[in-house]
């Protein structure tokens, strides 16, 4: 370092010290996390060489790690599982070479820093193959003072490359004016493609951390202001550019002095820094317009990334009378949920800077930084699996308000679906007569979920469970309890009465529902169902028309069976609701009664009404032959009578009484006279083959007869 700046650190050492003395408590940081079931633990650590490591990156299977020794830069090569070195970069160019930061992008690493060739400190920035082989190399001096690169992000075609430019420095300020720098990188060949600076104060402004936004590609730069010209003075600010390096807008962050930023998957900026100075430091979240949107100053991190839904922060928090290596994990809320203590065997001060990213690979972090256990600074590297934060929640199922569990006991099925309603698991527990409630405990990671309930009673063996509830569920705690409260539609009563062959049936179907949109209002409908073992086929019965239920509003409905063979049933009352999101019909509840059906026993008088009348009209033609004529012997007079035709007719009214037996048949006799003689008997047959409709089939034993009438003449004899 030059006379100049040795001149400013002394100027400044007073000022220092009086603020450490009256600021202490900014400098200790004691976590109080909510501790969970882990997810985090270490899977290797290793101490190396003398110096501080920064950075970490990932290629494959190998970790790379970033930061000096002595006065030379260095990168090791290391197993990414076991931790071993592989392979090492070390080189100095001039007297002094540091490196604070790398990226990787197609295969290949790119690490940026300083050295002093010059004779002033200027951006060093380097292109490796996976084998530590440099292939090109780019030192830029923006000035004749102190400049240095100290951040390195890509958008996947372009560098963008951030550090400091002292330009602007003279004698008039000490030589403290510096300046953000930003370059816009060609991977290719390393050459600059564009700059930008800033220059928000006359004071030490520094870059510290720069990140893309992966959804409008616009590059964000964090760093530093020194209004004061102090440097423990220093606030944080964030500036916003377009892939051009044009200026978009800028937003102060005030107490983070030595930011670090990461994004999310929806472009929301985190960014957290160490205290510092006057100020303590901090965690904010910021959207993409550049509004805070929230504030944690409890947590103060060095480094920070993001992976599977949850922020990893770095910390070294003051524990135990030293600084130890911590890591956190904490939710996009800003909510910590879990923390791990790296060091906590190490009786010395643990650091991590906040220069040089953290990587995450999978479910594993990489975090590079230093220790003093030995006396002086030693390089020590973290391998940290980041597995799935378990907590325990605990669901009590309850019914509605005033109603214990179902009569009989039975099972409840939980399943619980993410966010975008993906499978996750599920579980079951069982209760008994007169419950009130039932709870359960379960591991979940933490997230979002949808869960559903179903129920199933003990007397059930229909194919299908009722549906107890749909609910949403927030686990990002240590410990997580909700109450599952019956949700969709219940069977509030059901009745029914026999007489003779009609059965009539009353249900009142209930929504207890909520009334909040888009529970406030479903659609309902009731099935009746009748079987004998309740095992498929059923006998349906009856539905009902689907009926649209307000949170609180009941549902009747009626309806009667008629002709229903004698037996043993089960009658199942069924309500469905509606889901208009898949457009399908679920149960939500059941209910059954055993019945008896008695055979039905029908005393019948029936008499037709007006009682079946028949009239018979018979026509009978009789006929009266004269024997052959008589021969006379002696002169008589002889009188004859010739053939004669004679007509009888009779009419007849038959009333018979009303019979219930199928087919009748009923016989009527009649006689027909004549002034002469008697006709015969005359026979009748009327068939009744149903109840109301009749046949008359006559039968006549002699429709006619032939009757002889023999006339004897008197002979008369004359006398002499």
């Given at each position: 370092m030059n006379e100049q700046f040795l001149f400013k650190e002394s100027l400044l050492l007073i000022l220092l010290v009086l603020v450490i003395i009256s600021s202490f408590n900014y400098f200790i940081y004691t976590l109080n996390a909510q501790q969970s079931s882990k997810g985090l633990s270490v899977l290797w650590v290793k101490y190396?060489?003398?110096?501080?490591?920064?950075?970490?990156?990932?290629?494959?299977s190998i970790l790379y790690v970033v930061g000096f020794s002595e006065s030379a830069g260095v990168i090791e090569a290391r197993d990414i599982n076991t931790g071993d070195i592989i392979d090492s970069w070390i080189y100095t160019y001039g007297s002094k070479t540091e490196l604070y930061d790398c990226i990787v992008l197609g295969n290949y690493l790119f690490v940026i820093g300083y050295d002093n060739a010059p004779g002033n400190w200027e951006w060093l920035i380097l292109k490796f193959t996976p084998d530590l082989n440099m292939v090109a190399k780019r030192q830029y001096n923006p000035s004749g003072n102190n400049d240095y690169a100290t951040a390195i992000a890509t958008d996947g075609k372009y560098l963008y490359v951030g550090g400091v430019d002292s330009s602007k420095a003279s004698w008039l300020d000490l030589f403290t004016n510096s300046q953000w720098l930003l370059a816009k990188i060609d991977p290719t060949d390393l050459s600059i493609l564009k700059t930008f600076t800033y220059n928000p104060s006359g004071g030490s402004d520094k870059v510290y951390s720069v990140g893309i936004n992966p959804t409008d590609g616009t590059i964000w730069i964090v760093g530093s202001v020194d209004e004061s010209n102090i440097d423990i003075f220093r606030s944080g600010c964030i500036g916003l550019l377009d892939q051009s390096l044009t200026l978009i807008g800028t937003k102060s962050i005030g107490a983070l002095p030595n930011p670090q930023i990461v994004f999310d998957e929806s472009s929301y900026a985190y960014v957290t820094s160490p205290p510092s100075g006057v100020y303590g430091g901090g965690l904010v979240k910021v959207s993409p317009d550049l509004r805070i949107v929230k504030t944690n100053g409890d947590v103060k991190a060095d480094k920070i990334a993001y992976g599977e839904?949850?922020?990893?922060?770095?910390?070294?928090?003051?524990?135990?009378?030293?600084?130890?290596?911590?890591?956190?994990?904490?939710?996009?809320?800003?909510?910590?949920?879990?923390?791990?203590?790296?060091?906590?065997?190490?009786?010395?001060?643990?650091?991590?800077?906040?220069?040089?990213k953290m990587s995450i690979t999978g479910s594993r972090l990489f975090v590079a930084g230093y220790d003093y256990a030995t006396g002086n600074s030693r390089w020590v590297i973290y391998s940290i699996s980041a597995g799935p934060l378990l907590?325990?929640?605990?669901?009590?199922?309850?019914?509605?308000?005033?109603?214990?569990?179902?009569a009989g006991g039975g099972t409840f099925t939980i399943v619980f679906?993410?966010?975008?309603?993906?499978?996750?698991?599920?579980?079951?527990?069982?209760?008994?007569?007169?419950?009130?409630?039932?709870?359960?405990?379960?591991?979940?990671?933490?997230g979002e979920y949808n869960v559903e309930v179903y129920h199933k009673p003990s007397y059930a063996k229909i194919s299908d469970s009722e549906l107890w509830g749909q609910y949403h569920i927030v686990v990002d705690k240590s410990?997580?309890?909700?109450?599952?409260?019956?949700?969709?539609?219940?069977?509030?009563?059901?009745?029914?009465?026999?007489?003779e062959n009609k059965m009539t049936i009353n249900v009142i179907l209930f929504y207890p529902g909520l009334t909040t949109s888009p529970w406030d209002s479903q659609q309902y409908f009731i099935s009746v169902l009748l079987d004998d073992d309740l095992k498929p086929p059923y006998i349906s019965i009856a539905n009902s028309s689907t009926k649209t239920l307000k949170s609180g509003e009941t549902y009747s409905y009626s309806t009667q069976i008629t002709n229903t063979p004698p037996g043993t049933y089960y009658l199942l009352i069924i309500s469905y609701w509606h889901n208009p999101w898949t457009n399908k019909d679920v149960i939500?509840?059941?209910?059954?009664?055993?019945?008896?059906?008695?055979?039905?026993?029908?005393?019948?008088?029936?008499?037709?009404?007006?009682v079946p009348t028949i009239t018979v009209t018979v026509t009978s033609t009789i006929t009266l032959t004269v024997?052959?004529?008589?021969?006379?012997?002696?002169?008589?007079?002889?009188?004859?009578?010739?053939?004669?035709?004679?007509?009888?007719?009779?009419?007849?009214?038959?009333?018979?009484?009303?019979?219930?037996?199928?087919?009748?048949?009923?016989?009527?006799?009649?006689?027909?006279?004549?002034?002469?003689?008697?006709?015969?008997?005359?026979?009748?047959?009327?068939?009744?083959?149903?109840?109301?409709?009749?046949?008359?089939?006559?039968?006549?034993?002699?429709?006619s007869a032939v009757l002889i009438i023999i006339l004897i003449a008197l002979l008369l004899r004359k006398s002499k």
């Open positions: 190396g060489r003398s110096g501080k490591a920064y950075a970490t990156c990932v290629i494959g839904g949850y922020l990893y922060l770095a910390v070294s928090a003051y524990k135990n009378g030293v600084y130890r290596h911590v890591v956190l994990r904490a939710t996009k809320d800003l909510n910590v949920v879990e923390e791990l203590t790296l060091s906590m065997l190490i009786n010395a001060d643990s650091i991590f800077y906040p220069y040089g907590s325990k929640v605990t669901l009590k199922i309850i019914n509605t308000p005033g109603m214990n569990l179902p679906y993410d966010a975008k309603w993906n499978y996750v698991n599920s579980t079951s527990v069982q209760y008994l007569e007169g419950e009130a409630s039932v709870n359960l405990d379960v591991l979940l990671p933490h410990q997580v309890s909700a109450e599952l409260q019956r949700f969709f539609s219940i069977i509030k009563q059901f009745d029914y009465t026999i007489q939500t509840d059941t209910k059954y009664q055993i019945i008896n059906i008695q055979p039905l026993t029908t005393t019948t008088t029936a008499t037709p009404s007006p024997v052959s004529p008589i021969t006379i012997t002696r002169p008589y007079t002889a009188t004859v009578t010739a053939i004669q035709t004679q007509t009888l007719t009779t009419t007849e009214t038959i009333v018979k009484p009303y019979t219930t037996r199928i087919p009748t048949t009923i016989t009527i006799t009649t006689t027909f006279t004549t002034s002469t003689t008697s006709i015969v008997t005359a026979s009748y047959e009327i068939t009744r083959t149903s109840l109301s409709d009749y046949t008359i089939t006559i039968g006549v034993g002699a429709t």
